[in-house]
């Protein structure tokens, strides 16, 4: 819930309240709001350590979901995610694609129904460990200046091995919990410099605190207050046990001893993009917690029918130069696009909500950016 109360949805969570959202996403369409993966938020149920799994959970829910409301079964269902979501969504998008072409095979679970999976939009994403690290480590030394220089020195020492590490844990077949959290070990350092108060959120802001929530938005704290109200609860019918939290530590623990961040988890969208259901990635420029180079270096090497001209196609300002540049593959808003936010960060909906809500309309309605 915490991106439908602070960037999406038509209410905005504040100190004290609410407010109406002048760029709420749900001015033209419906939007699902998931807790995900299960413990994280108001969700609960049985916990899983892994991002496949987790996907599963969502085609459950969906099924549910779809059985309460079948008027909606014939809508376009588009996926949106981001920061560990580039992990989370190409999984869920990859189930709900198998489970459809199982059904069409008379396969599937019983009473399934056909999924609508249209696109897929992402924000400032890991998706790939490998590019993650690499260009993480460049933005915090090079782009943003947040590591001093022997930090940096010391840093880059470790990050050959970090890069073994991770094709290691890759190489098949199965998955090698062992390998992939002796992976994860290796390149924690990579991400646990000092960068004397700057925010890797946001490398433009300064910040010094104790608490875990301190320099993050205001309204992550607000929303997790404004959600825990008695009254609150019982008008969305959470059981008495359930709090919700912005922070899983449990879920976060399960995640890292199975080595889940430790994957090239965009590979999967080649099928996806294959099979013509539509990726968007837009990503703040400011953000040294997911590095925009990461993302343009993960997208260049994806094999699909639009990588060639990826490759070379322009970075087109939208609507100026000052806002954004837009790398449109395809026709209408693109088959295959990304958009390079300048004045966002790692949370960029909240950043530039106007500017976000207008590349989500463009999107969602396949229009061409610079229509209108």
């Not at 790939?128 to 090079?142: E, G, I, K, P, V």
């Not at 991400?191 to 875990?212: M, N, Q």
């Not at 420029?285 to 990588?307: E, T």
């Not at 593959?329 to 960029?348: K, P």
């Amino acid at each position: 819930m915490m991106n439908p109360m602070s960037a999406q949805g038509p209410c905005l969570v504040v100190e004290n309240g609410t407010i109406p959202n002048p760029n709420r996403w749900t001015e033209h369409f419906n939007l699902i709001a998931l807790d995900h993966p299960i413990s994280v938020g108001f969700s609960y149920g049985t916990m899983v350590n892994n991002s496949r799994s987790a996907a599963i959970d969502v085609y459950d829910f969906l099924q549910k979901f779809f059985r309460l409301f079948p008027h909606l079964v014939q809508n376009q269902f588009i996926l949106s995610g981001g920061s560990y979501g580039g992990i989370y969504v190409p999984h869920i998008a990859t189930v709900i694609y198998e489970q459809n072409i199982a059904l069409a095979a008379g396969k599937g679970q019983p009473g399934a129904v056909h999924i609508n999976l249209e696109s897929m939009m992402v924000s400032n994403p890991v998706s790939d460990a490998t590019s993650h690290f690499t260009w993480m480590l460049h933005m915090r030394c090079y782009n943003a200046d947040m590591y001093n220089a022997s930090t940096c020195a010391e840093l880059f020492k470790i990050l050959p091995t970090c890069l073994d590490s991770i094709q290691l844990a890759q190489q098949g077949p199965g998955w090698s919990v062992e390998r992939h959290v002796a992976a994860q070990r290796t390149c924690h350092p990579l991400d646990a410099g000092d960068t004397h108060g700057t925010v890797i959120e946001d490398v433009r802001r300064k910040c010094y605190s104790e608490d875990p929530l301190g320099c993050l938005p205001p309204s992550f704290g607000w929303t997790e207050a404004f959600f825990r109200q008695d009254d609150i609860k019982d008008v969305l019918g959470i059981p008495e046990h359930v709090n919700f939290r912005i922070l899983a530590d449990d879920v976060t623990a399960e995640f890292r001893k199975y080595g889940d961040i430790i994957q090239p988890a965009y590979l999967l969208y080649e099928p996806l993009l294959t099979a013509g259901i539509r990726l968007l990635h837009y990503v703040g420029a400011q953000d040294a917690n997911c590095a925009w180079p990461g993302v343009i270096s993960f997208l260049k090497l994806l094999r699909s029918p639009f990588q060639d001209e990826f490759l070379y196609a322009p970075d087109v300002p939208w609507p100026t130069a000052e806002d954004a540049t837009v790398r449109v593959i395809g026709e209408g808003a693109g088959n295959m696009t990304y958009i390079l936010i300048a004045q966002g960060g790692h949370f960029v909906a909240r950043d530039q909500p106007e500017l976000v809500k207008s590349i989500v309309e463009h999107w969602v309605e396949n229009v061409p950016f610079g229509s209108r």
